[in-house]
């Protein structure tokens, strides 16, 4: 039987982080896992390192690049889709801003398994940590406990182990950056293990964050809105049948 390294990609989505992501990119090649990594059109030189990158390893390293910039929840179900087809049956998300340390890709594996997203989450009372992402986060956290009834620490965190065969809702994936918090509310209706892991973040002085306050706050708002509307009709229903039919299994 294959072990979970055997089983699992690390996937980085990017878009201009020139600064930062040959950094992130070698230090995660030190775990011994290969690598996918998703240039979401980008302008700044990111891609030029990218190549060079993979040019050295090109055993392990795999770069899909889109002509312009399709956003995080694009990457992400390019990448996914294409380590299932590869035969990956888990794969470790991180983001190229710096913030993630790659050396805690253990932490996560450690928990991985079928049915279950291992959730890096953050200190969002840590030194440094962007106010207006600490309000976001404690705002989409509140939401997605009405929607699923699990409480989670960090529900916009980009570090996870996921089980790619069992994740609720790839196919229909918002391109943007709430797309992350749909994986997680479908894969809790779905009936996944949600588990939280502890983790240190750092904010390099060259990091280049993406986030819009005003206009990412406004998409998750929306996107709030309609999962509560789901909720009642398919995501309640969804998870009401999962724990009947697990009682009933027993």
Known sequence: MKSIYEQTTVVIPTYNNAGTIADVVLRTLRSGLPLLVVDDGSTDGTGLILEKIRQDNPDSVQV???????????????????????????AVTLDADGQHKPEDIPLLLERAEGRTIVIGSRNLHADGMPSGNTFANRFSNFWFTVQTFISLPDTQTGFRAYSLPDLGGIRIMTDRYEAELLLLVFSAWKGLSLVPVKIDVEYPADRVSHFRPFLDFFRITLLNTSLCVLAVVYGYPRMLFNRLFMRRSR
Do not use: M
């Open 64 to 90: 899909i690049s889109f002509p312009e910039n399709k956003g995080k929840g694009a990457a992400l179900k390019a990448a996914f889709l294409s380590a299932l087809r590869s035969g990956f049956q888990f």
